[in-house]
Nanobody
Framework: QVQLVESGGGLVQSGGSLRLSCAAS????????MGWYRQAPGKQRELVAA???????NYADSVKGRFTISRDNAKNTVYLQMNSLKPEDTAVYYC??????????WGQGTQVTVSS
């Protein structure tokens, strides 16, 4: 089991910003596509953003222009900068590392709550 350590969640007002961080082991991080997923109460987990080991990114339509995913390979850390937050962004956010079609690992999740 690859350990992913998340941080940065919390409570913020609508329109505010938060930055999530996720640190992974160096070997896995270097070869993994790193992603952030979220799950709101009563809803399925959904992909928010992902970044490949080469730096290619993709985003859910609902967060395009507001969220930015990035990775610092020297620190083995992936970030999710979340701006212009909305109440509908409220969810538990999970970090994911995927290094093959069948091998992946998940973080423990961090709560993000956006108040209106």
């Amino acid at each position: 089991q690859v350990q992913l350590v998340e941080s940065g969640g919390g409570l913020v007002q609508s329109g505010g910003s938060l930055r999530l961080s996720c640190a992974a082991s160096r070997i896995i991080f270097s070869i993994s596509t790193m992603g952030w997923y979220r799950q709101a109460p009563g809803k399925q987990r959904e992909l928010v953003a992902a970044i490949t080991s080469g730096g290619t990114t993709n985003y859910a339509d609902s967060v395009k222009g507001r969220f930015t995913i990035s990775r610092d390979n020297a620190k083995n850390t992936v970030y999710l900068q979340m701006n212009s937050l909305k109440p509908e962004d409220t969810a538990v956010y999970y970090c994911n590392a995927k290094w093959s079609r069948v091998l992946e690992s998940w973080g423990q999740g961090t709560q993000v709550t956006v108040s209106s």
